[in-house]
């Protein structure tokens, strides 16, 4: 039952012929008969957040082609798991030898060879995630505009997953007939989601953008002409951000879908004390040690002496054209899917 709060929101997203909900209500036909599939890489967490989220917000009438990657000597314990039982047979489980997975960006290269010659593109996607949505415009109250994630609250009903995968997928078959070297697609963090602007049509596919972790389109068809893959955690920081530096310097390309956004479990509220805080600075010295004289990496060390790393998007396109021969700029780097789609 939806909160009496929420009512304009609800009357608002279903009276609206915005662009996304009607990719929402299209996409999965368009794609159903050639899924991307969607990958979970797992280790640990048998109950996890994203096998619930499969459950409440997939139908048996629209299925997706989903897998968790998982350890052999743990694939009993996931098959005993409440709602992988629960799911009946919508998630495969995907073992792997558990020398061949023990750090995330092994998961990741192990999984890219599975799926290699079978599918082009694959969703990978983080076990403690939340939610993922499409948004809509909204005015507040207040009279500021912004751009409303379309989530259950809101709504009074579960989202379909499978719908959300599709727009996704439409999304990037889009993406890569004008640019078939963009090899990683993502959608936005929510919590940076909400400028009005993000789900205009005119900003619905940008290039050389992104923050590329946790949900992510990975374009193996790409890895394997570019001959790039991910590599292991140890010694090389953050396995996707090291990707992504290295295919850029390989002149390849990333998209974001700033209408699209996901939630995930979230730092904490202790952050700073906490086990993640330390693993984010040696991350930051490993990849300083190896991108230290690659001109758009950005080692950050805030006032908190929190340690990052960050791709500067306006110096990694300088770099792109200048290997490329190519022009990318701010005019030419987003399109209008809508229009595309004749939305």
């Not at 662009?19 to 050639?34: F, G, I, P, Q």
């Not at 995330?104 to 192990?110: A, C, D, S, W």
């Not at 078959?173 to 789900?199: Q, R």
């Not at 500067?312 to 396109?317: E, H, K």
Request: proline residues 3%; charged residues 30%; aromatic residues 12%.
């Amino acid at each position: 039952m939806i909160d009496s709060k929420y009512y304009d929101i609800k009357e608002k997203i279903e009276e609206s012929d915005f662009w996304t909900n009607k990719l929402y209500n299209m996409a999965y036909e368009r794609v159903k008969d050639r899924q991307y599939p969607l990958v979970i890489p797992s280790y640990n967490r048998p109950d996890n957040k994203m096998t619930k989220y499969i459950y409440e917000h997939t139908i048996d009438e629209e299925p997706w082609d989903i897998y968790v990657v998982v350890r052999a000597s743990q694939k009993e314990i996931y098959e005993q798991a409440e709602y992988f039982k629960k799911c009946n047979g919508k998630i495969k489980l995907l073992p792997f030898p558990d020398e061949t997975i023990n750090d995330l960006g092994k998961v990741r290269v192990e999984t890219i060879k599975y799926f290699s010659g079978k599918k082009d593109c694959i969703f990978m996607i983080d076990d403690d995630t939340l939610d993922i949505t499409y948004t809509v415009p909204y005015t507040r109250k207040s009279g500021a505009q912004i751009s409303m994630s379309v989530t259950d609250k809101f709504i009074g009903h579960n989202t379909n997953f499978a719908r959300i995968l599709a727009m996704w997928q439409v999304a990037m078959e889009e993406t890569l007939k004008k640019h078939d070297n963009v090899i990683i697609s993502c959608p936005m963090i929510a919590g940076f989601s909400w400028a009005p602007n993000f789900c205009d049509p005119e900003n619905s596919l940008k290039i050389m953008s992104g923050a590329q972790a946790c949900c992510m389109c990975i374009n193996i068809k790409a890895c394997n002409k570019y001959d790039i893959t991910f590599r292991t955690n140890k010694g090389n920081g953050h396995e996707d951000k090291d990707f992504v530096i290295r295919a850029i310097q390989k002149g390849c390309m990333t998209a974001e879908y700033r209408w699209l956004a996901y939630y995930s479990d979230g730092l904490g509220t202790d952050f700073l004390n906490s086990g993640i805080a330390e693993r984010m600075a040696k991350q930051h010295d490993e990849m300083y040690a190896n991108f230290k004289d690659v001109d758009y990496v950005k080692f950050i060390i805030d006032r908190k002496g929190l340690k990052n790393v960050r791709v500067n998007w306006s110096r990694a396109t300088k770099f792109y054209n200048n290997l490329t021969g190519e022009n990318i700029n701010k005019t030419n780097n987003k399109f209008n899917l809508a229009e595309i789609l004749g939305l």
